[in-house]
């Protein structure tokens, strides 16, 4: 497994705005460098993206959640 960690702090959204489909939900088939969500932070948005190719196992923080630098934002099993 290995884990998407978020490079800002910020807010994290799973979705690129409100009423637009989320990127990636939980047992999505995910390539590597594809966007699983975006971290805001002062109006700028910075794409989140997997390093591996897999399974998205599980979100560690909710749609809008605060997220710091480190923080794991999601799990990817590879595969």
């Known amino acids: ?18 009423d637009k489909e989320p990127y990636a939900e939980v047992g ?3 390539e590597a460098g594809q966007t699983v969500g975006v971290v ?3 109006k700028q948005f910075s794409e989140v993206r997997s390093d591996v190719s897999g399974t998205l196992e599980s979100f560690a923080i909710e749609d809008s959640g605060t997220v710091n630098p480190g923080d794991v934002i999601a799990t990817v099993t590879e595969g």
């Open 40 to 42: 805001e932070i002062m």
């Open 1 to 18: 497994m290995t884990d998407i960690i978020s490079p800002l702090p910020g807010i994290f959204y799973r979705k690129p705005g409100p």
């Open 28 to 30: 999505d088939r995910i």
